[in-house]
């Protein structure tokens, strides 16, 4: 890990650009991508129009860049290409060697990204851990995509009794507080 690149975004916000960000830069293993409201104490310190970002090397306390306004997903896609270019370019060189080294039987295409049970498990519990409790009520479409989530996740992994916990409890209409 190499880079640490913190979005800063409205928890309101209906363009979902650090998601986006996130699972962009998910492939790589020298990027760690997360999201911060504007409340953060970097947020204002700096005094950080959102959505924004800034990225930071590893073990480092000063950033490499910030931006001093609001950006789109293609700027922060840019940005990040241009600062962590390096271990970028890196990463794509290991990966086409890795692909070059694969044994291709019967003509057989392999996908490029496979998504793994365990990709699954990974990203609903970052879900649960981090971006649910970033949002004081979860309401309209990202209540349905979070349904749809459940749903899908616990129709690959049927047997796991918290998933269908979870998937009973967002069917109910009650709110829990914290």
């Known amino acids: 890990l190499n880079y640490v690149v913190i979005v800063f975004q409205s928890p309101e916000s ?10 962009d830069l998910m ?9 911060a409201t504007p409340q953060h104490q970097y947020a204002k310190q700096q005094q950080l129009n959102v959505p924004t970002l800034a ?20 700027m922060m896609r840019e940005i990040v290409r241009v600062y962590c270019s390096v271990d970028l370019a890196k990463k794509n060189e290991d990966t086409k060697k890795k692909d070059k080294s694969r044994v291709n039987n019967d003509n057989f295409v392999a996908p490029k990204e496979q998504l793994h049970l365990n990709d699954l498990k ?12 970033m949002r004081k009520v979860i309401t309209g479409e990202k209540l349905t995509a979070l349904k749809n989530f459940l749903s899908t996740t616990a129709k690959v992994n049927c047997k796991s009794i918290c998933l269908s916990s979870l998937i009973f409890f967002s069917n109910c209409s009650i709110c829990l507080p914290k």
């Open 122 to 133: 990974s990203a609903l519990s970052y879900m649960l851990e981090h971006e649910i409790p």
């Open 27 to 35: 492939k790589y293993k020298n990027i760690l991508v997360r999201l």
């Open 55 to 74: 990225i930071f090397k590893r073990k480092e306390y000063q950033s490499i860049y910030e931006s001093p306004k609001p950006l789109n997903l293609n």
């Open 14 to 23: 209906k363009e979902f650009l650090g998601e986006q960000l996130i699972l």
